[in-house]
């Protein structure tokens, strides 16, 4: 089973700043089975990116994700407040289907 | 408008057993595979189960297997998941998700694009 680490855990910036969230496999997977997901208190994950690299519907051009094998990284930009949530990246495309343990992205 | 809106969500003791539904509207619910995932108070995602589009195939995580079963009824457009000697560890919330899709013959693999609401499972005596 592939695991991925999620780092760091948490992650303190002030709105405007740039955030870079990180996720590394044990083995490498093929990047177009990499996804990114947010997540906020009493609420479903939304899709954010998939394909490592690909925003989903409606996804604001300041998150952008990157990488390849087993090193993958999502960037914000420009935090805007809402975006102060827990991250989850995700490998899809077989089963397992396995999750990061999160990075919660916290208001400094 | 495309949704997912799980049911069946509750206390039950440990041991029993429990169904939850996952009702489906706003594409076509028989071209796509299906997922259930949960998630324990204050911790991370954890994948469940997936079934494909037509539930000629099914798949569980290791924590599951042999205690839960994912189905599903393309003529109603429902998702379930039947959980059988329910364990305290199973308090979570369950969410369904929709994932690949069936295309002239072909697979393509998704992201989980579509997640209900989340229905909540209490296992307690």
């Known amino acids: 089973e592939i695991v991925l680490t999620q780092s760091p855990g948490t992650l303190s910036l002030s709105p405007g700043e740039r955030a870079t969230l990180s996720c590394r496999a044990s083995?490498?997977?093929?990047?177009?089975?990499l996804a990114w997901y947010q997540q906020k208190p009493g609420q479903a994950p939304r899709l954010l990116i998939y394909?490592?690299?690909s925003r989903a519907t409606g996804i604001p051009d300041r998150f952008s994700g990157s990488g390849s094998g087993t090193d993958f990284t999502l960037t914000i930009s420009r935090l805007e407040p809402e975006d102060f949530a827990v991250y989850y990246c995700h490998r899809y495309g077989g089963s397992p289907y396995t999750f990061g343990q999160g990075t919660k992205l916290e208001i400094k | 408008q495309v949704q997912l809106v799980e049911s069946g969500g509750g206390v039950v003791q440990p041991g029993r057993s429990l169904r939850l539904s996952c009702a489906a509207s706003g594409f076509t619910f028989s071209s796509y595979a299906m997922h259930w995932v949960r998630q324990a108070p204050g911790k991370g995602l954890e994948w469940v189960a997936a079934?494909?589009?037509?539930?000629?195939?099914?798949y569980y995580a290791d924590s599951v297997k042999g205690r839960f079963a994912i189905s599903r009824d393309n003529s109603e457009n429902t998702l379930y998941l039947q959980m059988n000697s329910l364990r305290a560890e199973d308090t979570t919330v369950y969410y369904c998700?929709?994932?690949?899709?069936?295309?002239?013959?072909?697979?393509?693999?998704?992201?989980?694009?579509?997640w209900g609401q989340g229905t909540m499972v209490t296992v307690s005596s």
């Open positions: 079934i494909s589009y037509d539930g000629s195939n099914k």
């Open positions: 998700a929709r994932g690949g899709y069936y295309d002239s013959g072909a697979y393509y693999s998704n992201a989980f694009d579509i």
């Open positions: 394909g490592a690299s």
């Open positions: 083995q490498s997977i093929s990047s177009s089975y």
